[in-house]
Every structure is written in structure tokens, then in C-alpha cells.
């Protein structure tokens, strides 16, 4: 038997959305907060640029530019009432965040400091606003100490390097979760009467990409295979500027300092394909602008990456061009040393990893797999729901990238991540903890870990006829060719088809490693199996949409349909097969129009 | 070209004691040492363990002794290093399994800073205000990603590991400098005890060892300083 826990609130994922509802769920009932890397590992600390709040500070800004720029950014996908909740909250959490002493950089007169982030825009002019509130460029890691820092402060009850690995529903509602200890290899039942997933994304899925080994969906694979769906999985965003071969993130906060994208002939190609914001155009722009400057043979040495400049002679040529002005009225310039101050990460990962100095040499970049829209459907409760009537499973929460609420719809803007994981990771505390004052246990049933086992078991006593890294790799390759910035109909079957041989390969799988402690190996491998899985939902929920939308561009279809694609994707692993069904966008004032920056 | 690398390891559930395995891979010059080690893992010896999570430095999990400094695998390229690498785990810290350590000692220490913004008034309606002036007084500090790579590079802490470490002092340090905080007293306190500051010899071996840059030799001089004067200017 394995050993059991009882609280009354479990959220599985100490990430910002995690180390939020935690700290808050903990106020009123007992919580504990369940993480596989020790909290301050998590992805949020990646994050580079800013968090989005019309604070206002430099320039006149208003929720309601933030929320109409988000409507847009989505390509009307997203649910514009929880839109509205998350750009009105955003002021408010972002002071709170600095009143639990996050050090956000300053403006002269000691006001948060923001920055120009892509897609963001002052609603009158159209042209971009400063709206990112930063911490130079390490904002996640700022936020990440923050909250770890207040949930030690406030006794808040971690569970450090304990995996979970199932989810346990009792008569329809949330029961409880089980988990692996990685310093013994025990399993653990927390019984529970909430549950908050809070376990991040998925994007290990592609070859490309700016996210952490740890980034493999296990909380969509695990609700995937509890008949829970995932919503919009094929929307997926490649951020324009990865750095070449290795995905690492350069933030757009390059760009928002000045810093503009060139590609062989020395062009400013941004110009063509947005003529206003040109580099600070929504991120799925971008990207693709720079897919077709590759495919045209204008990649730098006709190589697949082009050039990211923010030496200070290009940054000021193209701000005179621009008319760039400071807030007051002044003409926009900068130094080499500022650029240093603001961006100092940025040019250290530079250096070590590419021996460039972008102070006086441009970057290398290419798109990279960077951001899940997609992901565990809920309402803008944050409460999980299961069908396309939007029916919620009781106790059951998620909240930050893990979940679809669907804040993002078909393309996140920069800045808007951070802010979606404290605005609802605190919605999922409050909430489950309220749910849980009102609610009694579900009674746990005497097998809750024996799927577990089975899972374990297979991974151990597979024939190793295949090697899991192969598999990996396959997957991750026909990911990124065909389920990427571009898709057409026949890349995307072949890649469907591809990732379901895998799966099949997948499970001739064995893991060598027998020992019980730290048995990594062992959940490597487990977590290859979401990743399969999310790779099936994604490559299937892309063909069936026969449209382009945000993210989800094809050349075989190349514009929006909003009389027939207007509406969310909610996709079930159902017997080895992949079910479609599809529920309306939530719409309250914005009419879908045209998108151009 | 091919790398040669020398391995730690000890597996408690099998090992008498700890020896070396060594591995010889392709790599390219600009791979990170943990790209070695995901290779080894991957096609030659799945029981390999080490932690790692973020690929590029900031997350924190994969600091480990490589030819024998303190590093983080995944910012330490191989013509970084050469062609003959060995890695091992970081010392003071008990190996639990290969590369990865007991990190509760760790955590124990910083957690026993106050590590966290105390300030007991009822904060404004908006931002509490701060200039940049004041605000980059403790930049530095705010930059530790908790990788352990300078605690345990310290002498001091290796002789006894009751001594809190440059890390908790690293912590300390970005809140006793920032001027909204009110705790600056207490931590002084805390810190001035027998296993504080003064167990610092000033070896500069934790500055060495941090990937992130923080001038920590001078953070803990600003520290004692702040002790002996009273002061926090
Ligand atoms: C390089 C980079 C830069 C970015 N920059 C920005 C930016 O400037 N602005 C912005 O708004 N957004 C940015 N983003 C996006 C944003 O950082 C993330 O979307 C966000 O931080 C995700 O937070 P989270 O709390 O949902 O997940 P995470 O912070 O990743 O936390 C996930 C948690 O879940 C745990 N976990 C996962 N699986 C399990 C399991 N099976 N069992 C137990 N625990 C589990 C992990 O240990 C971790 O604690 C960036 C992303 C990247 C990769
Ligand atoms: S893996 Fe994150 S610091 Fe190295």
C-alpha cells in the first residue's frame, strides 16, 4: 500500500500559477503544494520581458487597450470574458506582487518601470505602447523568488522532487492525486477534496524549442487519460527569435528596446509584412514573416536564421527612421552600456553559448517552440470542464499554461503569460479552497494507484527492442517540419501517422535503470509517454482545422474562417483514437475584424 | 571530435562505495557538458543521474563539479573544458545518488536568513516607491538562482556545514539593502551569530563559482560592514 496524505487542497506545480494558488489556498484551508523540481527550477524563472498590466506609468495606457490588444492577438479566439476578468485584474496583482517586494526595475520618479512588448498598442494611434512591467530581463525569475519566498514566509506545505503521475476521481469529482517520491521511488496518495494543476507546457514536444526538459504536458497527459479533453491543442506558438539550433529565448523585449530583425541582404524585413508596429507585431506574424524571408532564400548565408540587431548604431538609425521619441518628447536613443543594464542575461547567454557579443554584433535567431495556448479546459473560475457544454468536474482546478481558459485563443501576446499565471493561479487558491470549505472527501477507492503501477511496470518490463531517445527524436523532428509555423494538410497526416507509429514503437520501450531512488530514467521515460500523446492530440486537432487562425497557419487554407471555425477544439484519447468535438468562443463586445498591425 | 569523461558515481542501493565510469562520446565543440551527459544517459547508460531542468543557466538544478570547479553543466561548453572531462558532484553536500545531492542543508540555511520582504505597514494603493538609484543598490544580489554552486565551493563551509553559506548571505543581502524592507535588524542579527558572516575567510572561491556573476565576496564584506557600523549606506 502505498502511503496516504489527506488535505484538504492539493496543487500539483510550484511554478508562478502553483506557488499562487498556494499561497492563497493556504490561508483558509489545508493545502499542500506538489512539485517534481524543487520550486525555484520551475519555467516561470525563465521568463525574461515582462509581465502586462496597463499600469500607465510612462504613457497613457487603459485595461481596456490591454484587453481589446488581447481579443485581437487571439485572433478571436479567445474567450473574451475572461479576457476582460485577466487585463481589469492586471494593476492590481501586479502592485501586489510589488508589495510582496518583487524588485521591478523603476522609472525616474520610482514608478514600476515598462517596456514596448509586440502586439501591445496604444487602441488611438495603433502604435506600440509601454506596457511590460520588468525586472530587466530575468522578470520570471523575480516573480518565481517572490512567491517562493512568501510561501516560506507564510509556512506554506511543499512536497519537493515528488512526481505526480495520476489524478484520482471518485464519482465524477476530484479525489486526490498520486505521485512518486524521487528519493525513495514510493508512491504517495494525496487525498484530497481539490485538486489545482498548475504543472506548465509541453514544449519538448518539437526539436526547436525555448523550453525546460521538464516541459512535457504530464498534467494534460494525465487528465487526457482520465477522459478529461484538452482544448486547442493546435495552437501552439513559435517565438519569433530562438537562438539559432539550440531554441534558447531571446526576449522581445530586444525588440521593444529597439532592437530590430534584419535578414541577409541587411533589410529591415518587418516593414513588408507589418507596416505599423513592423518588429512589434503579434508574435505568429513574426514568426512567419520570417519563414517566408528564409524560404525566399533571404536567411542569413541562405541558412535557416536571420539577424537580431540591438547594437545601439542600428537601434538608433532605425528609432530616427521610425521618429522614435522618449515619454518626454525627446528623440529615442540608446547606449551600448544601457542596452547592458537592461538586457544583461540576454547578453550573457549570448556570449557563453554563441561567443557573441550583441552589444556590437547581431544574433542569430529562428523561430522556436515557446508557449501552449492549448491545454486543460476551464472556465474563467479556473474550475476544469469536461465537455462542450462546459460542465465543471467538482474539486478539479487549473491554472497557468497548463490550462486553456482560454485567455490566449489562437496566439498569446508577450507578457500576458506571466500575468494569466497570478491572476488565476490566485483565482484556483481562492476558489478551491472556498470549494473545499463547502465539500466533504470523496471516499478513496482501495486501488487509486494501481493504474499507476501498471504504467510503471510497463516502462519496466517493455522487450528493448526500441530506444526511447530514438523515439524522442523522430517525434520531435516530424513535430517541428510539419506541425510547426506552417502546415498543410499532407505534412500534417504524415506527421499524425508518423507519431502514431511511435506510439506503438513506444511501447517496446525498457528502462535499464531497476533502482528504486532517483530512478530519473524511469520518469524520463514516463514522460515521453505524455508527450506522444500530446503530439497525436496536437497533429489532430491541426488537421482537422481547416482554417487559418493565429498560430494554426496553413498554406493550403491560408485565411481565418469565422463562419466555420470560429469555435474551440476539445479533443479525447479514446481508445487509442483522437474524438473531436468543438464548443462556441465566449464573445461579450469585441466583433471578430480583420487582423493587421 | 571525441570526448573522453570521467563520471562520479554511487548508487547507495548498490554501491559499497563510489568510483568513476568513463564514458567517450561525440561532441561538438560548442555542446554543453550536459549535453554529454543527456547523450550518456540516453545511449550508453540509462542509470546516469544527475538533475537538470532549463538548458541555459537559470533554473539552478545542475550545478556539479567539472574538472574540478564548480559549474553549471548546461553553461560550460565543451572547448570550454577540452577534450578529458571529469564531473563529479558538488562536496560538503551528501551524495544521494551520482551527481545529485542532499539539498535540504541547503535550503535549510537560506530559509534561516528571512529570506523573504518584511515590511509591516499597510502598503499604498499603488506601488510602493523606490528610485533606481535605491533599487540598484541590491541588484546583484537579486540575481542567485540557489544553484549551491558557491556554498559549496566555500572552505569555510566544507569544514563545517553549520555555517549558513554565501548563498543565505547572498539572500540576505538583496533584502537588508533594499530600502521598502524592515527586517534588516533581525537578518543582522541572525547573521552576526557564530555560524554568520564571520565564518567567512574571504577565499573568493564563491564569487569564482557563481554562474550568475554576483560580486559575493563583496556582498558579504557589505554585510560585516553593515554589522560592525550599524549602518546600511
Ligand atoms: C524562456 C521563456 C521566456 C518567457 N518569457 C515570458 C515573458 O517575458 N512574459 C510572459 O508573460 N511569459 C513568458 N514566458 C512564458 C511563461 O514564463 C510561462 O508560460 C509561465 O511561467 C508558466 O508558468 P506555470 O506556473 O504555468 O508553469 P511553471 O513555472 O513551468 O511551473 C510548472 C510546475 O509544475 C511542476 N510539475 C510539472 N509536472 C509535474 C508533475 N507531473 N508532478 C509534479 N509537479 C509537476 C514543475 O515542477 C513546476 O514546479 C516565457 C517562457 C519561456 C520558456
Ligand atoms: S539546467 Fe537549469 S541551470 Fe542548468
Redesign the interface.
Known sequence: MANVHQYEVVVVGAGGAGLMAGLYASKTAKTAVISK??P????T??AQGGIGAA?GNLEDDSPEWHTYDTVKGSDYLGDQDAIEFMCAAAPDV??EL????L??????????AQRRFGGHTNNETGKPVTRACY??D?TG??IL??LY??C??NNVTFYDEFHVLDFITVNGAAAGVVALEL?TGELHIFHAKAVIFATGGHGRVWEITSN???YTGDGVAITLRRGIPAEDMEFFQFHPTGIYR?G?LITEGVRGEGGVLLNDKGERFMDRYAPTVKDLASRDVVSRAMYLEMKAGRGIGGKRYLHLDITPETVNKYAALDGRVRPDGSPYTVTGEEILKKLP?II??CK??LGVDPVSQPMPVQPTAHYAMGGIPTNVRTEIVIDENNTVMPGAYAAGEVACVSVHGANRLGTNSLLDIVVFGKEAGINAAEFARGASFQPLPDDAADFTRQQLDALRNGSGKE???DIAREMKEVMFDHVGVFRIEEGMQQALEKVRELKQRFKEVR???Q???????LL?TWELSNLLDLAEVTAASALARKESRGAHARDDFQERDDKNWMKHTLAWLKDGDVELRYKPVTLTKYEPKKRVY | MQVTIDVFRF????DQKPHFDQFVVEAEP?DRVLDLLEKI???H???L?????????????DAMRINGVNRLAC?V?VQDVGTRIKVEPILGLKV???L?VD?EPF?DHY?SVL???I?DEA?P????????EA?ER??DT??C??CAACTTSCPSFWSDSAYVGPAAIVNAH??IF?D??QGAAQRLEILNQQMGVWRCRTAFNCTEACPR?IHITQAIAEVKKAITSGKLD
Open positions: 523540481l524543487y525555484t527550477r520551475s519555467h524563472g525563465a499600469l501586479v502592485y510589488e508589495h510582496m517586494g524588485p521591478f526595475n523603476r522609472t525616474p520618479d520610482g514608478k514600476i525586472a530587466a530575468r525569475h523575480m523568488q517572490t519566498q512568501q516560506i514566509k528519493a525546460a526538459y521538464a539550440m534558447i542575461d550573457d547567454f557563453t553559448y530506444r526511447a531517445a528502462v535499464e535503470d533502482g528504486s531512488r532517483f530512478n530519473t530514467e524520463n | 548508487d547507495p542501493e548498490k560548442v544517459k540516453d545511449y547508460d540509462g542509470s543521474t544527475f538533475r537538470r531542468s532549463c538548458a541555459h543557466g537559470v533554473c539552478g538544478s553553461k561548453l544521494k545518488r551520482d545529485i539539498m535550503f530559509k529570506p523573504y520582504f515590511n502598503p494603493e499603488k506601488e510602493r516607491l523606490q528610485s533606481p533599487r541590491f541588484d537579486t540575481k538562482i540557489l538583496r533584502f533594499d521598502r524592507d556573476d
